[in-house]
């Protein structure tokens, strides 16, 4: 019996979030996007964001949710992080890809 994902990590970037989410969908196999809000007028004085502009970009990495956040500036985006899918022995030999940064 599959497990239920319990926890859904959320990756902050500061506007770079839906490109993130398409870069990671685009290099596992069964993923994509599965929404994209946008910030509205509201707390625009707090955010400092556009209305229309990406808010979060939630998807799916070979059915394991996460959500990509574009929370602005406060936080930093470090290349300590780590996806792993199980079982590995599953994923077909992946494309030598790295996230711009």
Request: glycine share 10%.
């Amino acid at each position: 019996m599959p497990s239920v994902q319990k926890i859904t990590p959320c990756l902050w970037f500061d506007d770079r979030g839906e490109e993130a989410a398409t870069f990671y969908t685009g290099v596992f196999p069964n993923s994509k996007i599965t929404n994209v809000t946008r910030y509205g007028e509201a707390g625009h004085e707090v955010h400092g964001k556009e209305p229309g502009t990406v808010l979060t970009a939630p998807f799916q990495l070979d059915e394991h949710a996460l959500t990509a956040l574009n929370g602005g500036p406060e936080f930093k985006f470090g290349p300590a992080g780590t996806v792993e899918i199980r079982p590995i022995v599953e994923i077909p030999a992946l494309p030598a890809k790295t996230y711009p940064s």
